[in-house]
């Protein structure tokens, strides 16, 4: 799995929610954990599986590598911090699944533990993988992930105990490509309509247009999702909301620090919050992105909205920018006249009908055409 591509990504998914702010353990937000991306235990009659299913485009040699990665809570047993949870990171790897193998299931268990005045149940459950051949060169592949873990109980504590926190799967592919489900090619779209996926939704990540990776998120993301490089680390908190954190943080008594600290994640907070430079602070007040692309460029149409039959028709065409708006709301466009529409000259002229606007996420520079 490329590092640089799913981890940071990852590691929010993984996080996100583990503790919000004031991040006490006496707050009420606090005190209702792991909301997100939760598989209970089997016997609770909530969902207890994930399934994360997409399309390859490859041949039978074509391998896959997938990770379930989730976070199995703990509860710490000293007086301060009675029922205050915890948790280890997990992962559990398929390694080398060739697509015309047949479905593969992997074990895994994890054992009943009581590190340092903390308490942690055993968890059990199982990684399925198969794959489907559904046209030339184009297989389904999907991945259930499943906790077979018995709570035996129904009090809440004792059922977050045996459960698979913030789950999720990333995957790669060697030898063929991933079809991006949010916006699939025209030929592919209705195979694409056919994918089932329970939990978690499979984008593509890494730079853009890169198709060897996908991250099957609890949470709804865009192909190829970016942390802002403006955040100096991980409030739990995936909304860009860093410096209001952050000052939030400052304004907390001596007492809810010292509640805070309790947890070495929080405390992490507290401690890198308290030792920002002024400069630091400042970036997170807010960024404005130059736009590299400039009118002149050429570019290749990825309409997302599919608001109209234009969305359609213009997906994967070239193009060329002929100047970029703003709308009332500061939404950004490029205005661009399509290479192979004969009266692109109207276009370029601003005549109405042969301009199309599409947002930045929208449009892919052409190589060695972007200024």
């Known amino acids: 799995m490329n590092p640089a591509a799913v981890e940071p990504i990852a590691r929010a998914l993984l996080y996100e929610g583990y503790s919000l702010y004031p991040y006490r353990a006496s707050a009420l937000k606090n005190q209702h954990r792991w909301t997100i991306g939760g598989l209970v235990p ?7 599986v994930l399934q994360a299913e997409c399309l390859v485009v490859g041949d039978e040699s074509t391998r896959l590598f997938v990770r379930a990665r989730f976070l199995h809570p703990l509860m710490r047993t000293d007086e301060t911090t009675q029922t205050w949870q915890e948790a280890t990171e997990r992962e559990v790897a398929i390694q080398e699944f060739a697509l015309a193998e047949p479905k593969r299931d992997e074990p895994f268990a994890f054992p009943a533990m009581q590190p340092d005045a903390c308490i942690q149940r055993a968890i059990a459950g199982v990684v399925e993988l198969a794959a489907t051949h559904v046209a030339e060169r184009v297989f389904r592949t999907t991945v259930c992930v499943r906790n077979l873990s018995l709570a035996g109980s ?20 060697r030898g063929g490509e991933f079809v991006s489900l949010t916006d699939p090619p025209a030929e592919l779209r209705a195979l694409a309509e056919e994918c089932r ?7 593509l990540v890494g730079e853009p247009g890169s198709r060897d990776t996908m991250l099957a998120s ?7 999702p970016r942390i802002a490089p403006e955040s100096a680390g991980d409030f739990f908190d995936g909304t860009e909301i860093d410096e209001m954190l952050a000052l939030r943080v400052l304004t907390l008594t001596d007492d809810e620090k010292r509640e805070l600290a309790a947890d070495p994640r929080t405390r992490a907070i507290l401690e890198r919050v308290e030792a920002l ?22 570019v290749r149409l990825h309409p997302r909205g599919r608001a109209d039959a234009f969305d359609v028709l213009l997906a994967g065409k070239t193009a060329a920018i002929v100047s970029i708006e703003e ?10 006249t399509v290479d192979d529409d004969p009266g692109r000259d109207l276009g370029e002229a601003r005549q109405i009908g042969h301009r199309f606007f599409f947002r930045a996420d929208e449009v892919e520079p052409l190589a060695g055409d972007v200024a």
């Open 42 to 48: 089997c016997d609770s009659g909530e969902p207890s």
């Open 154 to 173: 129904t009090d809440r504590d004792e059922l977050a105990l045996h459960t698979l926190a913030s789950a999720h799967v990333a995957l790669r592919v």
């Open 197 to 203: 996926n329970e939990g978690v939704w499979p984008v």
């Open 218 to 224: 609890p949470i709804i993301l865009p192909d190829y």
């Open 277 to 298: 430079p002024p400069s630091t602070l400042a970036r997170m007040h807010g960024a404005i992105r130059s736009e590299s692309l400039q009118p002149g460029d050429r």
């Open 327 to 336: 709308d009332f709301e500061g939404v950004r466009y490029f205005a661009v």
